[in-house]
């Protein structure tokens, strides 16, 4: 068995540990203001229907993330809400294999496991191109854009790419896939607190307050149908 260099022994343990726990600390920090702001009250008096509560209301606002029926722009372009779901999804599951491979590579070594993972991480490659490109042609999206927002795609294009590579986990042939991956990894875990790509840390702040607000005055689930 080929021995791992300790560049990436580095790069898979401590490198990893101390980035992950570099962005807990800021988002630790970035909640703890969020929470100094006291929340509104709703002056207005309930109204609409008496089916439905705050609690209701938050609980439903939260989970529509999960309901592309349930919102009017995801129900219309239903393929929009495929490519969001398998690119989050691939975020998600590269940083989770960034901690698996160090230390529980049983996990994905099987052919199928690994087929699966090559598998989302090409499509989140081809998702990201396209949503560049997207961003680069069209003068709306053109318009509302910031270098953050190139940048961070560009980044998570080339890290689905050192992933798609670092899959297989293969330290045999060369490591420099998984340098790349591991290196890539930790600099996205830094950089990902001051970027855009923090803003699903306000999400959950967000759709609480505005479902237990419109859940307050009864229109919240919106009721379909006659």
């Known amino acids: 068995m080929h021995e791992t260099s300790p560049l990436l022994h580095f790069a898979e343990d401590a490198l990893q540990i101390a980035a992950l726990t570099f962005m807990a600390v800021v988002y630790a920090l970035k909640v703890r203001w969020i929470l100094k702001f006291p929340a509104a009250r709703d002056r207005q008096a309930p109204t609409g229907r008496g089916d439905t509560t705050p609690l209701k209301g938050a609980a439903y606002s939260l989970a529509a993330i999960a309901m592309p029926w349930a919102v009017l722009s995801t129900r219309q372009h239903p393929l929009f809400w495929v490519q969001f779901a398998l690119f989050h999804t691939a975020v998600a599951v590269s940083i989770g294999m960034s901690f698996v491979i160090p230390y529980a590579p049983g996990l994905i ?3 199928a496991v690994v087929l699966l993972l090559q598998i989302l991480f090409a499509a989140a490659v ?4 396209g949503r560049l490109i997207r961003r680069m ?6 318009a509302i ?3 953050d927002d190139y940048f961070s ?3 998570l294009v080339v890290w689905f790419a050192f992933s798609l590579l670092a899959a297989p986990n293969n330290r045999q042939e060369s490591e420099w896939p998984l340098l790349g991956y591991f290196f890539l ?8 607190p001051f970027s855009k790509i923090s803003h699903y840390l306000y999400y959950p702040f967000a759709r609480w307050y ?17």
Do not use: D
Not at 185 to 192: C, D, H, I, K, S
Not at 210 to 226: C, D, E, W
């Open 109 to 111: 070594e099987g052919p």
């Open 126 to 129: 081809a998702i990201g191109v």
């Open 137 to 142: 042609v069209s003068p709306y999206m053109r």
């Open 145 to 147: 854009s910031t270098p």
């Open 153 to 155: 795609l560009a980044l």
């Open 185 to 192: 990894t930790a600099f996205f875990l830094v950089y990902v």
């Open 210 to 226: 505005l479902g237990k607000t419109l859940g307050y005055r009864g229109v919240y689930p919106v009721q379909r149908g006659a």
